[in-house]
């Protein structure tokens, strides 16, 4: 065993094959940048894939314990990390200029960044659902992955992805029933509003018209705490997670200086960075676009750059998490916590 052996790197080096030299016997020099790039990108995504499929195996058992939760949260950690390192990789791409893209782009039509595999599983895996995609997105995924790979992206849509996974996990934190607890979080929500209120209408440094605007602002904000006490509200909301997920998440995030939050609340936030991290690789990768070809249809027939803008707000994963910070409240003001929660909070969940 040595280290070329063992990393089978004659194997791997001999994997950057040149259209352009296949096609025209002579090779396009910054062929060998486009290929090596998505040739990393798609080995980072064999092991973010891992990761996932790991803590999904960790969070569908029906009790998780502490070490398993130490475990997500340190894995989380680790995809958060590569992400970050996939959104910089860009600027790697970003030196490859127009022209030197056209001197080899036509060799590789119709073969896109669309059809990655990996990338739709990892997707998948998370929970963007068929149901969320866009109807262009979802035609083109059958039209350009094969029967096969498509059938299997299909198939993950209908199992259990980490976004499922962390509902059923939060739903059955023994700390809904605590009816007391709410009453009190909603008395206090409305102290809090009640408070704001009072600060606009005092204000007299403003004119009717700002003051009016403000007082519209409060009232969505309003509106939008009414949905966590209100079951229907809630289902008529845009939250993808259910209402019992929704409030577990919310008592993590407020009572997270308890040692046994500790985790539950690291493993939401890690939810929150890959949400984050995703969002921006898109954001960076439709600008890259946007540089490099303009407004020019991509290689895989969608409309480029603007196709994947829309991927940017449309394909959002965990951004209930990511809102979820609307609905905290100052430390003076959060409910007590009486004895018989503190000891729930000893409980395995
Ligand atoms: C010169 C560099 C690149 C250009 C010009 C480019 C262009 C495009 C375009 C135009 C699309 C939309 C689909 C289409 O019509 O083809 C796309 C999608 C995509 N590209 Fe790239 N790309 C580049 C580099 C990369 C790299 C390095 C990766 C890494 C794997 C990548 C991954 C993807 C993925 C995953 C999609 C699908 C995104 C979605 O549908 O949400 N691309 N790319």
Do not use: C
């Not at 130490?70 to 995809?79: A, N, P």
């Not at 990390?81 to 056209?102: A, N, P, R, Y």
């Amino acid at each position: 065993m040595d280290y070329s052996n063992y990393l089978k790197l004659p194997q791997l080096l001999s994997l950057q094959e040149l259209e352009s030299h296949k096609r025209t016997g002579q090779a396009a020099h910054n062929e060998m940048l486009f290929i090596i790039i998505h040739q990393s990108y798609e080995l980072w995504f064999k092991q973010i894939l891992h990761e996932v499929m790991a803590i999904k195996e960790k969070l569908g058992q029906p009790f998780v314990q502490q070490s398993s939760l130490s475990f997500i949260v340190s894995k989380l950690k680790r995809v958060n990390i590569i992400l970050q390192q996939l959104v910089d990789q860009i600027s790697i791409m970003e030196t490859l200029s127009t022209v030197d893209f056209l001197e080899f782009r036509h060799h590789l039509v119709p073969a896109s960044g669309f059809q990655s595999v990996q990338f739709r599983q990892l997707e998948a895996h998370l929970g963007l659902k068929f149901s969320q995609r866009m109807s262009l997105e979802k035609a083109f995924l059958k039209q350009r992955l094969d029967h096969q790979q498509y059938q299997q992206i299909e198939q993950l849509d209908q199992s259990a992805s980490l976004l499922e996974l962390v509902d059923t996990w939060l739903a059955r934190f023994p700390l809904l029933e605590q009816k007391e607890y709410w009453q009190d979080y909603q008395a206090a929500v409305e102290q809090m509003l009640d408070l704001e209120a009072k600060i606009i209408s005092n204000n007299t440094q403003q004119d009717d018209r700002q003051i009016q605007f403000e007082q519209k602002n409060l009232q969505m904000n309003r509106q939008h705490f009414q949905v966590l006490f209100d079951e229907k509200a809630y289902q008529d909301s845009e939250n993808k997670i259910s209402r019992k997920a929704m409030l577990s998440a919310l008592f993590i995030h407020l009572n997270r200086d308890y040692p046994l939050l500790a985790l539950p609340f690291q493993l939401l936030e890690g939810l929150v960075e890959i949400d984050e991290w995703l969002t921006l690789w898109r954001q960076r990768h439709a600008l890259m676009v946007q540089r490099i070809l303009g407004n020019k249809v991509g290689t895989g027939g969608s409309s480029g750059h603007h196709y994947l803008g829309e991927t940017v707000k449309k394909n959002r994963i965990f951004a209930d998490f990511f809102n979820l910070t609307s609905f905290l409240l100052p430390q003076n003001q959060l409910p007590k916590l009486n004895a018989e929660l503190k000891e729930l909070l000893a409980k395995e969940i």
